[in-house]
Nanobody, 125 residues
Framework: QVHVVESAGGLVQAGGSLRLSCVASGRTSSSYAMGWFRQAPGKDREFVAAVIWNGGMTHYADSVKGRFTISRDNVRNLVYLEMNSLKLEDTAVYYC??????????????????WGQGTQVTVSS
């Protein structure tokens, strides 16, 4: 069992920055991934970014590439999502998730086994 907890989100003006963090506690394998997804009102949940723990490779959705950065702290099992140049369309509930047996499909939410409770990020004009 893996327990996933995100930090609090917040309200930020367009163009601003915000950093989310997520800690995963419990048993994980050596080949797992941690990802961020988001869900805006009336929309499906979508992939944002992921980091593959074994090797540290990162992946991003095209909509956030160049603006968001995902990073990890190996020792504390933490993952960060640094969000810069925020846009109104980044407003959503952001979820951190763990895929405990990563096989390559980092962008598919069904492959993630454990999820955080979600945290609201609101970008205002």
């Amino acid at each position: 069992q893996v327990h996933v907890v995100e930090s609090a989100g917040g309200l930020v003006q367009a163009g601003g920055s915000l950093r989310l963090s997520c800690v995963a506690s419990g048993r994980t394998s050596s080949s797992y991934a941690m990802g961020w997804f988001r869900q805006a009102p009336g929309k499906d949940r979508e992939f944002v970014a992921a980091v593959i723990w074994n090797g540290g490779m990162t992946h991003y959705a095209d909509s956030v590439k160049g603006r968001f950065t995902i990073s990890r702290d190996n020792v504390r099992n933490l993952v960060y999502l640094e969000m810069n140049s925020l846009k109104l369309e980044d407003t959503a509930v952001y979820y951190c998730a763990v895929d405990t047996d990563y096989l390559g499909s980092y962008f598919i939410d069904d492959y993630y086994d454990f999820w955080g409770q979600g945290t609201q990020v609101t970008v205002s004009s």
